[in-house]
């Protein structure tokens, strides 16, 4: 079974001088340091041990499922308007030139995670999603942040609901299956092509755009502000409490509903929905009390309302963190090396997998499997980035975009 992930790319951050959230090089190092722990986060999903082992390292590991590659999808968001213009979006040609290079990035991303995907690991590769989520957040970057929250909330409360819809329309009837055989990308790729992008896949677009958008909404304050931060912590934690209160109150609360979720369950697990990817992530049909669900990949409204909060909370922590402490920055440097290349991290690690068969290990080997990638990627980012500002996929998508220099 293939296990969650997502990388976020790391471009160079254009953020507005001034203490105490930017580096000497202009980069915002809480960002960087948020994507390196989803990283760790990711690794500890697809290398890690189960959650089942209990105790703090079976929190520890039940806490990174889902909620990393949520993560990297509001970081995206960041990606997204820091390559469009921040704090106020290019126009002109200028603009054009940015839209084209996002355009080349997502096209680039699609194809490398059907590169990745082809290695038949046992890591859901996000990589392809990353790209069709670009295209779809793209029109909306010259927006202000209010417009971006508004569509941010509207499409949490909305697309859950309609990709359950979808879901249950693909189970009753044969017209995914026709589509997927005229799709020229599912042909390509031997995969379930836009079907599986939209709608089966384990991050489907419909549910993850509220992510990015939020990330784009975040993106377009005046983050140098410890109030603004603050605020977005604040709202962060708030969220995450109302995500994960609901679900629970609502599964103990509404008639029937344990009892539904735990039929929906393909685990048969209903008692820990409310916040634990143990209930699993594709439930039997028709049982419209799964809705009431919060479990990282559950694509409910109530999951993407708490993975959003989660999101925001540790955005702002690594914001403040690295703005008031300078001690803070220097321990952390090996894990913000990390997320500042973070599309070769991620991409290489997959490649490793692959390479070292990581998935035929005893369990026992795990923890220190785990502890090796980590180690790894941390020591490759520290070197790397001491010598070079991009990593080695990072600088191929430079220069991948260079054409878009030429528009007019």
């Known amino acids: 079974m293939r296990r969650d992930a997502s990388p976020d790319l790391a471009p160079e951050t254009p953020a507005p001088a001034g203490p105490p959230y930017t580096s000497p090089t202009g980069r915002l190092v809480g960002l960087d340091l948020a994507r390196g722990l989803a990283i760790l986060g990711m690794y500890s999903a697809h290398v890690g041990p189960d959650p089942s082992v209990g105790g703090a390292l079976g929190w520890a590991m039940e806490a990174a499922r889902g909620r990393s590659a949520t993560l990297f999808a509001v970081l995206a968001g960041f990606t997204l308007v820091i390559l469009t213009g921040r704090p106020r979006p290019r126009t002109g040609r200028a603009g054009r030139q940015a839209v084209g290079k996002v355009l080349i990035r997502s096209f680039s991303l699609i194809a490398l995670g059907y590169v990745l995907t082809s290695l038949d690991t046992h890591v859901l590769v996000i990589l392809s999603y990353y790209g069709v989520l670009f295209l779809l957040a793209l029109p909306l970057y010259r927006l202000r942040a209010a417009a971006l929250v508004a569509i941010a909330a509207t499409s949490a409360l909305v697309m859950p609901h309609v990709l359950y819809l979808l879901r249950a329309a693909v189970d009753d009837g044969s017209w995914s299956d026709t589509l997927i055989a005229h799709d020229p990308l599912a042909r390509a790729t031997d995969s379930d092509g836009i079907v599986e992008l939209f709608v ?56 029937g509903a344990l009892e539904g979720v735990r039929e929906a369950s393909a685990t048969g697990t209903a008692a820990s929905a409310w916040w634990s990817d143990a209930v699993g992530a594709n439930p039997v049909p028709g049982m419209p009390a799964w809705l009431l669900v919060a479990a990282p990949h559950s694509q409910t409204t109530l999951s993407v309302v708490a993975n959003t909060g989660v999101a925001l ?51 026992s080997a795990a923890l220190p499997v785990l502890l090796s990638f980590a180690a790894a990627a941390m020591l490759f980012a520290v070197v790397w980035t001491r010598c070079f500002r991009r990593g080695p996929l990072e600088y191929l998508l430079h220069v991948l975009t260079m054409p878009a220099r030429l528009i007019p």
Request: aromatic share 6%; with cysteine.
């Open 200 to 255: 089966t896949g384990a991050y489907p677009v419909l549910t993850y755009l509220p992510y990015i958008v939020t990330g784009m909404a975040v993106a377009r304050l005046d983050l140098r502000r410890p109030g603004v931060v603050g605020r977005v912590g604040l709202l962060g934690g708030v969220l995450a409490v109302s995500g994960y209160g609901g679900s629970w109150l609502a599964l103990r609360l509404v008639p």
């Open 313 to 363: 909370a540790v955005v702002a922590a690594c914001l403040i963190g690295t703005g008031r402490s300078a001690r803070l920055r220097w321990v952390a440097t090996p894990v913000s090396a990390v997320g500042s290349i973070a599309l070769t991290v991620y991409a290489g690690h997959i490649v490793a997998i692959d390479a070292l068969g990581t998935g035929d290990l005893p369990d």
